[in-house]
């Protein structure tokens, strides 16, 4: 027999040939596969052809298999059996019993915001499912997503192609982090304040704007960023031990800030919210594991579930 190219196999002669090895003649694997004679004779004429051997030969009013048929039956029908019971099961999903593991790219930001309620509800609705959370660069976010090492990903607005969908999942304004007690920054201060004040940035990048030095740019202002670190956790307990405020997303601010000695006070720029937003691929829209697991991103999320 020649090498053949599964890339060029069609799946439904494979399905011919099982079909009359089991029956034992054309007519009767036509009848089962609901297909005409004339069909399932050109199916066995193309599987010929793929094989370079006759696969059946004529004895009496029957086909007999040839020593390839006869080795080629158990081994197909198994692979068929199989082939057929994992597209039921990816047809299906039950978070009861499954035992799935979902990777999600995110920030530290939003782990922190997310995961102890995601684990919450994993472990009473899907305790054999896990979670792997990642923090993928973003010019690597699309590739991921489109080789399937990232199920879902959660992010600020990306300029990615049409193969990748998005819902705005959250939209966050943004606040001052300020230490109990600091002696300038109080309620009601002003930008003069704002401005005067040394501050901290939490960025993973070693230079560059945030989101509020572009809104001050754009107002011809400039603050002074004594601190750039890349991790809020550490960046508040800064703010509590010095007179350094942070901005941040008010979300963040309120979980972080509890019994930190740090408060929240509002910003004295007017800025757009920082939305967040939930991508996964065109290729696992309908599926029915990923439309779960972004039902569960976003209501952990503590928003309304919309349909995904």
Same mark, same amino acid.
């Given at each position: ?27 009767? $694997? $036509? ?34 298999? @040839?020593?390839? @048929?006869?080795?080629?039956?158990? #081994? ?8 057929? $019971? ?46 792997? @959370? ?18 879902? $990903? ?32 109080? #309620? ?121």
């Amino acid at each position: 027999m020649h090498m053949i190219n599964l890339s060029r196999v069609d799946l439904n002669l494979l399905v011919v040939l099982e079909a009359i090895v089991a029956e034992g003649g054309v007519s009767r $694997a $036509a009848s089962r596969l609901n297909l005409t004679q004339p069909a399932v004779s050109h199916a066995l004429g193309r599987l010929r052809e793929l094989f370079d051997d006759p696969l059946f030969v004529r004895e009496g009013r029957s086909l007999a298999p @040839t020593s390839l @048929t006869k080795r080629l039956a158990e #081994p197909l029908r198994q692979s068929l059996q199989a082939l057929g $019971a994992l597209i039921e099961k990816g047809e299906s999903f039950d978070p009861a019993v499954s035992e799935t593991v979902f990777t999600v790219s995110m920030r530290d930001p939003m782990e922190v915001l997310i995961l102890p309620r995601m684990m919450r509800r994993l472990r009473h609705i899907a305790p054999r499912i896990d979670l792997r @959370t990642v923090q993928v660069r973003r010019r690597s976010l699309e590739g991921g997503l489109a080789d399937g090492t990232l199920d879902a $990903a959660l992010d600020v607005a990306l300029p990615l192609s049409e193969r990748i969908h998005r819902q705005r999942v959250s939209a966050d304004r943004f606040v001052v982090a300020a230490r109990k007690g600091h002696p300038r920054v109080r #309620p009601g201060f002003t930008l003069a304040t704002y401005l005067a004040e040394k501050h901290v940035m939490v960025t993973s990048r070693r230079r560059g704007p945030g989101a509020e030095d572009i809104e001050l740019g754009q107002q011809g202002q400039r603050r002074h960023v004594a601190l750039r670190c890349r991790n809020y956790q550490a960046a508040i307990r800064v703010v509590a031990e010095s007179d350094l405020v942070l901005t941040m997303t008010a979300r963040y601010a309120s979980l972080l800030g509890t019994g930190s000695g740090v408060r929240a006070l509002a910003m004295p720029l007017r800025m757009p919210t920082l939305d967040l937003f939930l991508y996964w691929h065109d290729r696992v829209h309908d599926d029915p594991a990923n439309r779960w697991l972004r039902l569960q991103l976003v209501e952990a999320l503590g928003k309304t579930a919309r349909r995904l």
